[in-house]
């Protein structure tokens, strides 16, 4: 269980720091305070993130597995 929590949380903070900065910069460009936008943007993100991927996690781990089994 502890490493679940602790894989969810360093995966959903890679994912939303790239996901955020790539969304922010099609939103509004690279402006002058885009690290203010995409700060702002990452640190709603995240915890949003860090709970879908500790509840979603397993299933999506074994649907992965099912469907490697297949091809």
């Known amino acids: ?3 679940r929590f602790i894989f ?3 995966m959903s903070l890679v994912l939303t720091f790239f996901m955020s900065a790539w969304v922010t910069f099609i939103n ?3 402006i002058d305070n885009f690290i203010d936008y995409w700060m702002s943007a990452w640190i709603l993100a995240w915890p949003a993130a860090g709970v879908i991927s ?3 996690g397993p ?3 074994q649907l992965a597995h099912e469907i490697s089994k297949k091809f």
């Open 1 to 3: 269980m502890k490493h």
């Open 54 to 56: 500790f509840v979603c």
């Open 28 to 30: 509004v460009g690279f």
């Open 8 to 10: 969810a949380i360093l």
């Open 59 to 61: 299933r999506a781990h």
